[in-house]
Nanobody
Framework: NEDLMESGGGLVQPGGALTLSCVASELVYESCLLAWFRQARGQEREFVSYMHGSAYYIEAVRGRFVISKDNDKKMLFLQMNSLKPEDTAVYFC????????????????????WGQGTQVTVSS
């Protein structure tokens, strides 16, 4: 997928940190919303965080994760601190395209572009 590509996943011990990166094509980077989702094994994909001016986080990661952007490099980041085993999942970068979601937080169907995902495993 040349529109979005994640990197930075891996194996980390509980309490550790990882930073995920997502590089976007120029067109996709101009989307209304850029966001991170995750999907744990056997579970549905869930929204984690988005940035549109200000940042929004789900309760489970608020205070531990930080989303940021680099406009020059067309990149989205997710700094993950104090990781827990329940954070184990495949993490996806997503973009809405030009249209903006009608509800906040946005749902999966609001996002037109998806990366291939990067595995994050939190285990001792």
């Amino acid at each position: 997928n040349e529109d979005l590509m994640e990197s930075g996943g891996g194996l980390v011990q509980p309490g550790g940190a990882l930073t995920l990166s997502c590089v976007a094509s120029e067109l996709v980077y101009e989307s209304c919303l850029l966001a991170w989702f995750r999907q744990a094994r056997g579970q549905e994909r869930e929204f984690v965080s988005y940035m549109h001016g200000s940042a929004y986080y789900i309760e489970a990661v608020r205070g531990r994760f930080v989303i940021s952007k680099d406009n020059d490099k067309k990149m989205l980041f997710l700094q993950m601190n104090s990781l827990k085993p329940e954070d184990t999942a495949v993490y996806f970068c997503a973009a809405t395209g030009a249209g903006c979601p009608s509800t906040i937080p946005p749902g999966e169907s609001d996002f037109r572009y998806w990366g291939q995902g990067t595995q994050v495993t939190v285990s001792s």
